[in-house]
């Protein structure tokens, strides 16, 4: 009487003649079609299969259920790829977050208004980057202009650790300070030009509104629609053209910073820095649904 099997995997039944068939070509078959290696696969029936020479009527009774167990070597490597790349952002903000404060000036343009000085983190890794996308934005002539029509002076922009994980940026008491999430959170990227550009449109709304009520929405959208339309070095030196911008949600703003901060830290025109459970998981959401927004 001829000798067979049913292979079952994930709720995939397959009747499989085994005759002629050894446990070891019974792994090449459950690799060639489930994509486990045959090194990640464990085969039961009544007990792990484990003699890959013997031959499967040995092993196993006639009409017997084999069940495979294992992971895809596809999806084993995708995991262990998005595993050793948690490792990294862990271990790179664990190496620097003693000095995520340090300072490092450089100077930024003679104007009136515009940006005294520039801060990156002192992270060895592509901490040159980190400075240039802030000089990028000193120099962006959407945001001179900007800077120029509300006359807004900040004496530093700086880069903020993404250790802040529920923030995107602050404005510290009117233009001390201005800070601004470059980096992804595991350290190893940047976040997208425009999408921190928009940042610093909120945060310099702050330089004459401290709480997000309507005055600082209505100036915050203006800033959206006058970095594109005053950019005259991608309007083909046409001034006041209609371009497309963005335009901010008042539900967004929580998202971005909060509202100013004064010189202790505590958020103005609001109450102090809550640690409640309620607080911190609003504020994710909203942020979340921003970072949807802005892609």
């Not at 952002?89 to 404060?101: F, I, P, V």
């Not at 909203?286 to 949807?292: G, I, K, L, V």
């Amino acid at each position: 009487m001829s000798h067979s099997i049913t292979l079952s995997y994930k709720g995939h039944v397959t009747r499989i003649p085994t005759d002629t068939l050894t446990l070891g070509q019974l792994r090449a078959h459950v690799a060639q079609q489930y994509g486990i290696s045959a090194l990640d696969q464990k085969l039961i029936c009544k007990g792990l299969l484990r003699n890959d020479t013997a031959m499967i009527r040995d092993l196993v009774p006639n009409n017997s259920k084999v069940v495979v167990m294992g992971t895809p070597s596809a999806e084993l490597a995708s995991f262990q790829a998005l595993n050793a790349r948690r490792q990294i952002g862990r271990a790179n903000n664990l190496k620097y977050r003693a000095t995520s404060s340090d300072v490092y000036h450089t100077r930024a343009t003679t104007d009136e208004y515009g940006f005294d000085s520039f801060k990156e983190l002192n992270i060895a890794h592509r901490q040159r980057d980190a400075l240039q996308m802030l000089h990028r934005l000193g120099r962006d002539e959407g945001v001179r202009q900007v800077m120029r029509k509300h006359k807004y002076s900040v004496h530093l922009l700086r880069e903020l650790h993404p250790n802040e994980r529920t923030i995107l940026g602050y404005n510290r008491n009117r233009g001390e300070e201005i800070a601004l999430r470059l980096r992804t959170d595991d350290l190893e990227g940047f976040r997208d030009y425009e999408s921190v550009r928009r940042v610093l449109m909120h945060e310099l709304a702050h330089m004459v509104w401290d709480a997000h009520d309507d005055n600082f929405h209505k100036l915050n959208r203006e800033h959206c629609k006058e970095v594109v339309e005053l950019d005259w070095t991608v309007r083909g030196q046409t001034v006041g053209a209609q371009a497309e911008y963005y335009e901010p949600q008042p539900k967004e703003a929580e998202a971005v910073d909060g509202g100013s901060l004064a010189a202790s830290g505590f958020v103005l025109g609001g109450s102090a820095p809550s640690s409640s459970d309620s607080r911190d998981t609003m504020r994710e959401q909203t942020y979340s649904a921003y970072m949807r927004r802005a892609k």
